[in-house]
């Protein structure tokens, strides 16, 4: 039996990666009573899914978050909200679709709220320890909201949760070979700012990496393309690049990385088994990446610094520290494949398969 599902995810890789992962698990049915899924995709002009979503349809709405003090910018957000519910109406209905996923921000709310209107199913994924206002707001009218931390359910009281993990791309359980000319015996380091980069972290890098050189590491620095001073470093035991598409082999390389804390990156790093070294994003809405990190250290496989108080110095030997104690790296090794949910892909795509039979008897 086919079914029809629209894809809601937009803007981040922390929302777009864990939706291709899902939608990679449905488009090859993993027992013979599942459906088969014809998948499109929801998304926003300009935004990262444009160059990411390659295998379904992708259709796109004008919306924005709701950010800042109320004025003029709110209330056009508003009406494009409203827009946008009437354009996703019209998609759902057009394409006859049985009802939607989608991975939470603001193109979740159109979402939601169009496929509400149309008596359809909506199952939301939220991948992150404290949820996004969005998940806390329209989470109550979904039929079943995903979490990606078990600590998240006790601000949704209202919703009906279930506990999957977030899923990652299927190449991280059987990754490509290294395609990066870094000799097998040395330590790596790698960073990673998040899908938009991280100029004040790059920062910090560039001003602790010699010492790290000259301890024999080797340094593979994902710079992201905000960062005018990217290329102010060189050394032949340092890579910068402003992207890097296999990440899986990298991670799993890696003797240590250092890194924001959004969900989707930590997933990455627990389903790669890599200790690190935590510095969230200080203006994240909600302060999320703060309580995510704190579940990863709480596990024992980061440390966790605030980024106002870090300098270079102060980077520089926290990572010897760590390198130099091999004992604890394997132990932040071992916690981190422990927090590892390898079949949380199976766990959404049978919480969206039940889900929608429920809905259609």
């Given at each position: 039996?086919?079914?029809?599902?629209?894809?809601?995810?937009?803007?981040?890789?922390?929302?777009?990666?864990?939706?291709?992962?899902?939608?990679?698990?449905?488009?090859?049915?993993?027992?013979?009573?599942?459906?088969?899924?014809?998948?499109?995709?929801?998304?926003?002009?300009?935004?990262?899914?444009?160059?990411?979503?390659?295998?379904?349809?992708?259709?796109?709405?004008?919306?924005?978050?709701?950010?800042?003090?109320?004025?003029?910018?709110?209330?056009?957000?508003?009406?494009?909200?409203?827009?946008?519910?009437?354009?996703?109406?019209?998609?759902?209905?057009?394409?006859?679709?049985?009802?939607?996923?989608?991975?939470?921000?603001?193109?979740?709310?159109?979402?939601?709220?169009?496929?509400?209107?149309?008596?359809?199913?909506?199952?939301?994924?939220?991948?992150?320890?404290?949820?996004?206002?969005?998940?806390?707001?329209?989470?109550?009218?979904?039929?079943?909201?995903?979490?990606?931390?078990?600590?998240?359910?006790?601000?949704?009281?209202?919703?009906?949760?279930?506990?999957?993990?977030?899923?990652?791309?299927?190449?991280?359980?059987?990754?490509?070979?290294?395609?990066?000319?870094?000799?097998?015996?040395?330590?790596?380091?790698?960073?990673?700012?998040?899908?938009?980069?991280?100029?004040?972290?790059?920062?910090?890098?560039?001003?602790?990496?010699?010492?790290?050189?000259?301890?024999?590491?080797?340094?593979?620095?994902?710079?992201?393309?905000?960062?005018?001073?990217?290329?102010?470093?060189?050394?032949?035991?340092?890579?910068?690049?402003?992207?890097?598409?296999?990440?899986?082999?990298?991670?799993?390389?890696?003797?240590?990385?250092?890194?924001?804390?959004?969900?989707?990156?930590?997933?990455?790093?627990?389903?790669?088994?890599?200790?690190?070294?935590?510095?969230?994003?200080?203006?994240?809405?909600?302060?999320?990446?703060?309580?995510n990190a704190r579940s990863f250290v709480d596990a024992g496989a980061a440390r966790l610094y605030p980024q106002g108080d870090l300098d270079g110095p102060t980077l520089q030997g926290l990572v010897m520290e760590l390198l130099n104690d091999g004992d604890r790296r394997l132990r932040m090794t071992r916690n981190a494949a422990a927090a590892a949910v390898p079949d949380s892909g199976d766990r959404l795509a049978d919480l969206i398969e039940t889900t929608f039979a429920g809905h259609s008897q």
């Open positions: 039996m086919s079914k029809r599902l629209l894809i809601a995810a937009s803007g981040t890789g922390g929302h777009i990666f864990p939706a291709l992962a899902v939608a990679q698990h449905l488009s090859q049915p993993h027992t013979p009573e599942t459906s088969t899924w014809s998948i499109e995709w929801l998304g926003v002009p300009d935004r990262l899914e444009t160059e990411l979503v390659h295998s379904y349809p992708l259709h796109t709405i004008g919306v924005g978050g709701f950010q800042g003090r109320p004025g003029l910018r709110t209330i056009k957000t508003g009406l494009n909200l409203i827009k946008g519910i009437w354009q996703t109406r019209k998609i759902l209905k057009q394409g006859n679709f049985d009802g939607v996923f989608t991975t939470g921000g603001y193109i979740a709310g159109p979402a939601i709220l169009a496929a509400r209107s149309l008596g359809l199913p909506v199952v939301l994924h939220e991948s992150n320890a404290m949820p996004g206002k969005v998940t806390r707001w329209f989470g109550p009218w979904c039929d079943s909201v995903a979490i990606g931390f078990p600590s998240a359910a006790q601000h949704l009281t209202k919703s009906q949760t279930q506990w999957t993990g977030t899923p990652v791309r299927a190449n991280f359980w059987q990754p490509d070979p290294l395609d990066l000319p870094i000799p097998d015996t040395v330590p790596l380091i790698v960073v990673v700012g998040g899908s938009q980069g991280a100029v004040r972290v790059n920062q910090l890098v560039r001003d602790a990496a010699p010492a790290w050189f000259d301890a024999g590491a080797w340094v593979v620095h994902l710079t992201g393309n905000r960062d005018s001073d990217a290329n102010q470093l060189n050394h032949s035991q340092y890579i910068a690049l402003p992207f890097y598409n296999n990440m899986a082999a990298l991670l799993k390389r890696a003797d240590l990385a250092i890194s924001r804390a959004g969900a989707g990156t930590l997933t990455e790093l627990a389903a790669s088994h890599t200790p690190a070294i935590l510095i969230p994003y200080p203006t994240a809405a909600d302060d999320h990446q703060t309580y």
